[in-house]
Structure formats: C-alpha cells, structure tokens
C-alpha cells in the first residue's frame, strides 16, 4: 500500500495470531472505532470555525459509529463477549510524539492534530489489508476487505485537511518525521492481540 508510505509492513503471520483469539482482537477493534469517532469529535470541538473541517469530522463520526456497530454485531453474532477495553500502546506511543512535537500554537496543534490521526488510519488500513489477505475466515476477510477502503479514505481526509490549514507548517517534512517516528514505534509491535499489537 505505498499510498499510504508506511516504512514497515505487518509480518502477515500476525493474521495467524489473531485467527486463533478473534474474540479480543473483535473487542479492541471495536474500541478502535469508538475511539476514531471521539477523535473526529474532538477535532468538531476545538475546531468549530472551520466548516469544512466540521462537516468533514460529522461524516467521519457518524462512520466510524456505524463500523463500531458492525464490530459489535459480529461480536454478539459469534456468541464472543464484548470485552473491556484496554490500553492501546501503540496510539499511547503516537500521543507522546503529538505532545513532544506539537509547538504550542493553535494552527500548529491542529496540523499535528491532523497528521496523528492520519498515521493511525494508515497502519489501521494496513493492519486491515493484513487481516483480508490472510483470514481463513471468508466473511472476516471479506470485511476488513471492506473496512480497509474506509480507513483509506479517511487517512486522505486528514491528510488533505492538514494541507488546507497547514499556514507556515511544511506538512511534507512534518509527514515524513512522523512516517519516520512511526516507523520505530511499530517495530516494537506485531505479536499482539490488538489491532495495532
């Protein structure tokens, strides 16, 4: 997926991992969602003068409730509990980076903002381009198949947005520090039952 320009790609054996624990990877990806829309939400909040933005984040909020939903269907489908959630290291990982690397101003908040959200889209689209290449299970594979092509387009509306509102901020270089930041979080990971484990 270079569009995405990720460094370093997911061993596809993770898929084999998951297979065998679909009940907590099905919770966490659930909560992934949950949490992807109280971002979008949060961004609505802080930003609530940029129309384009708003209505941006509206669509995505509303998106990625839904695919929270679906989550949750299958979860009660396949008879699995839905779990508590747990801490996401990797994001927790991310978060530092956001709060180390942000300078402090309103417009350079916002472009960090947008940049974090857009590197978690990108390894979740990847992670689930991993997980509908590998899957025994059909209809799994058929949708993060699905779920894949959703991520994509939100990691482009973060991106874009980041271009829009980037004012004196070199959005390129400041996307290829985070693609190089994320590069050495994500080595760390792999082997985990989460979606960005």
Known sequence: MSILRLQLPTDPRWANIVEQNLEEILSDHAWCEQKAATNAIMLIINNAEKEDLVTEMTAISIE???????VHDIIKE???????DRKDD????????LKKSSDGSREGGLIERLLFAAMVEARSCERFKVLSENLKDEKLAQFYRDLMESEAAHYTTFIN???KYAGKVDVESRWKAWLEHEAEIIAKYGDGLTVHG
């Open 78 to 84: 396949r008879g699995y509990e839905f779990l508590r």
């Open 90 to 97: 990797y994001v927790n990982d991310l978060m530092k980076y």
């Open 161 to 163: 947005l980041a271009r």
């Open 64 to 70: 990625e409730m839904q695919h929270f939903q679906m």
